[in-house]
T-cell receptor, first 115, second 113 residues
Framework: DTGVSQDPRHKITKRGQNVTFRCDPI?????LYWYRQTLGQGPEFLTY????????KSRLLSDRFSAERPKGSFSTLEIQRTEQGDSAMYLC?????????????FGPGTRLTVL | DQQVKQNSPSLSVQEGRISILNCDYT??????FLWYKKYPAEGPTFLIS?????DKNEDGRFTVFLNKSAKHLSLHIVPSQPGDSAVYFC????????????FGAGTILRVKS
């Protein structure tokens, strides 16, 4: 399977704990995006990388959130001191910015539940 | 403010008939539009896209229409099949500004057999 993969698929944690999610994009894709989706809403942009450079962070991304893409391949999203409001589906998407191709391809998501 | 709106929370269609899903946007600077399909517990699956320089794009049973003056796009599915039952999201972006997708809230499509 050469699609976008995310790990874990589900995470249950207690308020105040730290969690880390991983995303492996499609191998030749140079852009990687993180989105968050809550019930009844569409995904909302959090941050994106071009290769290893983090180019933009949304105002939704508080200082408890940090994302990395150290070698321009996989990415991690860490949430420190989780709060119940962090409960959501965290989606990763990748794209190849070349030749007018702008489609983003999503992974299956990581569902976070903060108790 | 909600820049992309899908005003119909749900739509029910008979198998074999046409499904029409609608989407409105407010930001005239958007230049790329996409439709995604989502099943429960899965990530969104890309369906079809259209650039702002076009007014129609077709791929098999799926056609997307863009009306820039009305800031409106629609997805037509012909013929509808039971396997098309899912949540459909429209999304818009500005490709030269990071191509960050702005999504609508989704429309639940039910195709009855």
């Amino acid at each position: 399977d050469t699609g976008v993969s995310q790990d874990p698929r589900h995470k249950i944690t207690k308020r105040g704990q730290n969690v880390t999610f991983r995303c492996d994009p499609i191998s030749e894709h140079n852009r990687l995006y993180w989105y968050r989706q809550t019930l009844g809403q569409g995904p909302e942009f959090l941050t994106y990388f071009q290769n290893e450079a983090q180019l933009e962070k949304s105002r939704l991304l508080s200082d408890r959130f940090s994302a990395e893409r150290p070698k321009g391949s996989f990415s991690t999203l860490e949430i420190q001191r989780t709060e119940q409001g962090d409960s959501a589906m965290y989606l990763c998407a990748s794209s190849l910015v070349a030749g007018g191709l702008w489609e983003q391809f999503f992974g299956p998501g990581t569902r976070l539940t903060v108790l | 403010d909600q820049q992309v709106k899908q005003n119909s929370p749900s739509l029910s269609v008979q198998e074999g008939r046409i499904s029409i899903l609608n989407c409105d946007y407010t930001n005239s600077m958007f230049d790329y539009f996409l439709w995604y399909k989502k099943y429960p517990a899965e990530g969104p699956t890309f369906l079809i896209s259209i650039s702002s320089i076009k007014d129609k794009n077709e791929d098999g049973r799926f056609t997307v229409f863009l009306n820039k003056s009305a800031k409106h796009l629609s997805l037509h599915i012909v013929p509808s099949q039971p396997g098309d039952s899912a949540v459909y999201f429209c999304a818009a972006s500005r490709v030269q500004y990071g191509n960050k997708l702005v999504f609508g809230a989704g429309t639940i499509l039910r195709v009855k057999s």
